[in-house]
């Protein structure tokens, strides 16, 4: 069972950056797919990133291309999401998901793994 621990959240101003980071457990999440999603109140859960395990191919709804960059480091067992140029319509809570069989990596029930989430908050 591999568990994921979100952090870096917080309240930034429109504009700003943040680094969102995803420490997992065990050393088998080297080998998984990831996907960052988030969660705004009174809405569904939506994909906002993946990224395969050799970090071969990336995936980015469009709202964020541009803007955000996921990345990971296999040596330390983490996982990154570095979002910049924030928009209140990015507020939400974030959460990290990773799997080793991933099919469909934009919907989020492909995932066996997820963390808790972090909140993130755009003030304009």
């Known amino acids: 069972q591999v568990q994921l621990v979100e952090s870096g959240g917080g309240l930034v101003q429109a504009g700003g950056s943040l680094r969102l980071s995803c420490a997992a457990s065990?050393?088998?999440?080297?080998?998984?797919?990831m996907g960052w999603f988030r969660q705004a109140p009174g809405k569904e859960r939506e994909f906002v990133a993946a990224l395969t395990w050799s970090g071969g191919n990336t995936y980015y709804v469009n709202s964020v291309k541009g803007r955000f960059t996921i990345s990971r480091d296999n040596a330390k067992n983490t996982g990154y999401l570095q979002m910049n140029s924030l928009k209140v319509e990015d507020t939400a809570v974030y959460y990290c998901e990773a799997g080793p069989v991933v099919v469909a990596p934009t919907i989020t029930n492909q995932y066996p793994y997820w963390g808790q989430g972090t909140q993130v908050t755009v003030s304009s």
């Open positions: 065990e050393r088998t999440f080297s080998r998984y797919t």
